[in-house]
């Protein structure tokens, strides 16, 4: 018989494995979970369920079954400790997913070889269009850890509706929001997180207060967090100080089969180093607004959400770090440089899901557009600038349909088409890189060569349209009581980043690659288009779990710096090197073929009541296809081994971190290889009582010094660490965090 419309209460929170549901569901309500994701939005504090508000509050909502695999894992913060302030290292915790580490408050998401804008970060399904060129303020910098609820990746394809292009995947942050009541009295909830660490004398201070009642929500956050230098065993990354200060405020309404919610956040970032960078963050004001409507009918569900981001930053290169020195071409104070850039944007989504006999339909139209301005300047030369991004435009229009349909009562699928029309522009660029007004000599020969590229650039077709089809299907087949087999197919594409297209000076304005090489855009550059393949199982047998899964993925066009071929480009990079900036032999972003392919699996074995072992492990590689060479900051093979301990008030973890060497490295983007190695850490989580938990951890146990391949080279100058050599891991670091509900 096919599988129709199920009940299925809302019970625990399924992905991550930390936890165990207080009511076993079936296994198809877990599914049904799983397919519903979206619908599971505001999760209650799980510390402060009990069976009696469960029954009360679990509405009787209509669930459709479809035979599935786990596609997502999610990592709750309540559920795990963590150290860092940066929410993206918990990505390192997922099968498959990785950060490329430019700094503690700059953490780009990696997915199976592929990282920065090809994946998709949301915050409370709002996308995040950072103000950074280099990705300073990268997407997860806008979800603290302290006020972060759960973070969610999705395993292998991700289906269309997730986000515009997801062509190497989709992360989605959710912070805290509150809860509604149960009656028509108000009470008053919250949270405080505070933390503290010794590797670098890091604190955190955060409190989430909610006034609610059945209809009404009335929420707000605030948190202060800093921290000096990093320690790493045998000296400090200079700078890797960070001070951060984020401010809440937000209200839902439930009436009926409706909500809607409106949210304002303000990030205010001060000093925080990114050595692995040219420069470091003086500061990043961040305004974001996000808005939602939710109507739950008998039989669909539509959403329309709204949200704008308006973000300031501004870098330098001589606030954190040392400046620049003088040298034989070049006076110290010529080569100060301050960096403006800001953001903004904004965009919606609306979506109507019906639920059908057999499944679900799902249409959706979407829009997101950003621009972005960056002016370089130096304070020691007032008509020096560089017009490094002028107002460029991405405008993203996009319209999906998906079907999640039961074939059989033991064979699924989830299909979908979605069509993405693209729209990019940028105004005109300058710059004048002669501050003195000379008339001979290298700022003089320089300045011409750049005027020479701005003429270039002016004159070449900014104006670009794209229109991008992309597609998946993922079929599930129930193989018997334990095990669902699973094949995926896509076909994702992307635009290139703005950066990709309009860098038109030889910068290292590249959305974090921090590979130290200079690049130049690129207008002409066509959209990536990626063919992928993923197969896999989920074993489950209660004690025993086990989701590997292997994928493929073809890339055509794949955006990728290659050496520049443009005479007057190479000879600005030349003449900038020879005076002690950047360096000669600068790249284009140009599109090639690359190929990915890969295995990941996570698993957990009960051995017993109190002892749960588990493993993720990850293997990618990243090829170029049109030459012999491996693409460039890929995480090296990786598992963790942990073995988790049940007390009856607290639970404990020993934990292995195991890296490969990695020496499959880009010559083009001349990488350096890095040596495996393995580190211990300890945790524990204990319940003071119903509403206080503490915790307590150390991270590299025995203070192993290593290199963390995806933190890039070291860029300041630091008596410990050579310019350009690898960053180092970090040392031995103690930390605990308390956390208080009310
Ligand atoms: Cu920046």
């Given at each position: 018989m096919p599988l129709t419309a199920t009940s299925c209460r809302r019970y625990g929170v399924f992905g991550s494995?930390?936890?165990?549901?207080?009511?076993?569901?079936?296994?198809?309500?877990?599914?049904?979970?799983?397919?519903?994701?979206?619908?599971?939005?505001?999760?209650?504090?799980?510390?402060?369920?009990?069976?009696?508000?469960?029954?009360?509050?679990?509405?009787?909502?209509?669930?459709?079954?479809?035979?599935?695999?786990?596609?997502?894992?999610?990592?709750?913060?309540?559920?795990?400790?963590?150290?860092?302030?940066?929410?993206?290292?918990?990505?390192?915790?997922?099968?498959?997913?990785?950060?490329?580490?430019?700094?503690?408050?700059?953490?780009?998401?990696?997915?199976?070889?592929?990282?920065?804008?090809?994946?998709?970060?949301?915050?409370?399904?709002?996308?995040?269009?950072?103000?950074?060129?280099?990705?300073?303020?990268?997407?997860?910098?806008y979800a603290p850890v302290a006020i972060l609820e759960s973070l969610t990746i999705n395993r292998g394809i991700a289906p269309v509706s997730a986000a515009q292009e997801s062509i190497g995947g989709y992360v989605?942050?959710?912070?805290?929001?509150?809860?509604?009541?149960?009656?028509?009295?108000?009470?008053?909830?919250?949270?405080?997180?505070?933390?503290?660490?010794?590797?670098?004398e890091g604190t955190v201070a955060s409190g989430f207060f909610s006034l609610a009642n059945r209809d009404h929500i009335f929420r707000t956050f605030v948190m202060q967090e800093q921290a000096d230098d990093l320690d790493f065993g045998s000296g400090d990354i200079i700078p890797s100080e960070y001070e951060r200060e984020r401010f809440d405020l937000g209200y839902s309404f439930r009436g009926g089969d409706h909500e809607f919610s409106l949210d304002f956040a303000r990030n205010n970032t001060k000093d925080a180093g990114t050595a692995s960078l040219p420069m470091d963050i003086l500061a990043i004001d961040s305004d974001l607004l996000r808005s939602k409507y939710q109507w739950s009918g008998a039989d669909f569900n539509f959403t329309a959400e709204f949200s704008a981001s308006d973000n300031e930053h501004w870098m330098t290169n001589y606030h954190l770090r040392r400046p620049p020195q003088d040298n034989m071409m070049t006076a110290g104070a010529m080569r100060y440089r301050r960096n403006w850039a800001v953001s903004e944007s904004y965009g919606f989504k609306l979506k109507l899901e019906q639920l059908v006999d057999n499944g679900t339909w799902l249409y959706g139209l979407d829009r997101h557009t950003s621009s972005h301005r960056s002016t370089i300047t130096n304070p020691n030369a007032g008509p020096f600038y560089i017009s490094n991004f002028n107002d460029t435009d991405k405008d993203v229009l996009g319209a999906f349909i998906e079907r999640g349909i039961s074939l059989s009562d033991r064979t699924g699928l989830d299909a979908g088409v979605r069509i993405n029309r693209i729209s990019m522009d940028s105004e005109l660029v300058s710059?004048?890189?002669?501050?003195?007004?000379?008339?001979?000599?290298?700022?003089?020969?320089?300045?011409?060569?750049?005027?020479?590229?701005?003429?270039?650039?002016?004159?070449?077709?900014?104006?670009?349209?794209?229109n991008n089809v992309d597609w998946f299907a993922r079929f599930s087949i129930e193989a018997g009581r334990n095990t669902t087999w699973y094949a995926g197919a896509a076909r994702k594409t992307r635009s290139p980043s703005y950066q990709e297209r309009?860098?038109?000076?030889?910068?290292?304005?590249?959305?974090?690659?921090?590979?130290?090489?200079?690049?130049?855009?690129?207008?002409?550059?066509?959209?990536?288009?990626?063919?992928?393949?993923?197969?896999?199982?989920?074993?489950?047998?209660?004690?025993?779990?086990?989701?590997?899964?292997?994928?493929?993925?073809?890339?055509?066009?794949?955006?990728?710096?290659?050496?520049?071929?443009?005479?007057?480009?190479?000879n600005f990079a030349m003449m900038m090197a020879s005076m002690g900036m950047g360096q000669p032999n600068p790249l284009q972003f140009d599109n090639v073929d690359s190929t990915f392919y890969g295995f990941d699996v996570e698993a957990d074995f009960k051995l017993n009541d109190r002892f749960t072992l588990r493993a993720v492990a990850s293997i990618v590689r990243g090829e170029r296809d049109d030459i012999n060479d491996n693409l460039y900051r890929i995480a090296p093979d990786n598992i963790i081994l942990a073995l988790d301990y049940q007390g009856s008030n607290w639970v404990g973890t020993f934990e292995s971190v195991n890296y490969a060497d990695q020496n499959r490295v880009s010559a083009t983007n001349v990488e350096k290889k890095t040596d495996g190695y393995s580190i211990f850490n300890l945790t524990a989580r204990i319940n003071l009582s119903t509403n206080i938990e503490i915790g307590l951890g150390i991270e590299n146990l025995f203070d192993k010094e290593y290199e963390d391949h995806l933190a890039g080279y070291n860029r300041a100058f630091n008596p410990d660490i050579g310019l350009r050599d690898r960053m180092p891991g970090l040392g031995r670091n103690f930390y605990g965090r308390l956390m208080w509900y009310f």
């Open positions: 494995t930390m936890i165990a549901p207080i009511v076993e569901p079936t296994l198809k309500c877990i599914r049904a979970f799983i397919m519903k994701k979206f619908t599971i939005r505001s999760l209650p504090f799980y510390i402060l369920m009990s069976s009696a508000a469960m029954a009360q509050d679990a509405p009787q909502i209509q669930e459709i079954t479809v035979i599935g695999v786990r596609d997502t894992h999610t990592v709750r913060t309540d559920d795990t400790l963590v150290a860092p302030p940066d929410t993206a290292q918990l990505l390192r915790r997922m099968p498959g997913a990785n950060i490329n580490k430019n700094g503690e408050l700059t953490g780009i998401a990696q997915y199976r070889g592929m990282y920065g804008d090809r994946i998709k970060v949301s915050v409370n399904g709002a996308p995040i269009s950072g103000a950074g060129p280099n990705s300073m303020d990268s997407p997860l910098h989605e942050a959710i912070t805290y929001t509150g809860e509604f009541g149960t009656s028509s009295d108000f009470s008053f909830d919250g949270r405080t997180y505070f933390g503290a660490q010794s590797v670098n710059a004048n890189l002669n501050p003195m007004g000379a008339t001979s000599g290298m700022p003089f020969m320089i300045n011409n060569l750049a005027g020479m590229l701005s003429n270039q650039f002016n004159g070449s077709d900014l104006d670009q349209t794209d309009y860098l038109w000076l030889p910068l290292e304005s590249t959305g974090g690659l921090a590979d130290g090489k200079t690049y130049v855009g690129n207008p002409d550059l066509d959209p990536e288009v990626a063919h992928e393949l993923e197969l896999g199982f989920d074993w489950e047998s209660g004690s025993y779990n086990i989701y590997p899964r292997v994928f493929y993925k073809e890339v055509s066009d794949y955006i990728q710096g290659t050496p520049a071929t443009n005479p007057v480009v190479n």
